[in-house]
């Protein structure tokens, strides 16, 4: 481990406190924000407890406690699955739509996009390669959390 490597692994860290340190907006969590992201970007048929829990690399009783909360705070409904009768889809209310307006992510979306097109292309590519080296290094590389 060199002394380069572990200083940009810290900012990175130092990023990602950033954005979980503004997550508290109207006493929403991380994981919450998560959800309303996830559930305002996929399409209709991929709104499902399953769906979510699998793109967030979590298991399905904790994605399940982070939409019923925000079933329960007026922020998510859910509506019988078109396809089968025994899932629900999940959509966002009109509450969590003006909500998602201060998503906290916001902050380094915006602070992205001050960059030139180059450095964020540069930047997607070390980011996933990253991202790929670190999956393969996972003690637990089945997918869950």
Excluded: C
């Excluded at 407890?49 to 298991?59: M, Y």
């Excluded at 909360?69 to 739509?97: I, W």
């Amino acid at each position: 481990m060199t002394v380069a490597a572990k200083a940009i692994a810290q900012l990175v860290e130092h990023l990602v406190s950033t954005v979980y340190a503004e997550s508290n907006v109207e006493g929403m969590r991380s994981a919450q924000w998560a959800a309303l992201r996830y559930f305002a970007e996929v399409e209709p048929s991929a709104r499902t407890v399953g769906n979510f829990a699998r793109q967030n690399l979590i298991t399905d009783s904790s994605a399940s406690q982070t939409i019923s909360s925000l079933v329960r705070r007026g922020y998510l409904e859910k509506t019988p699955s078109e396809k089968d009768g025994r899932s629900h889809q999940l959509n966002l209310t009109r509450p969590a739509r003006k909500l998602i307006e201060r998503d906290p992510l916001n902050l380094l979306v915006n602070a992205i996009d001050d960059l030139g097109a180059r450095q964020r292309t540069e930047l997607s590519d070390v980011l996933h390669k990253l991202y790929q080296s670190m999956q393969a290094r996972r003690p637990s590389n089945d997918g869950r959390g």
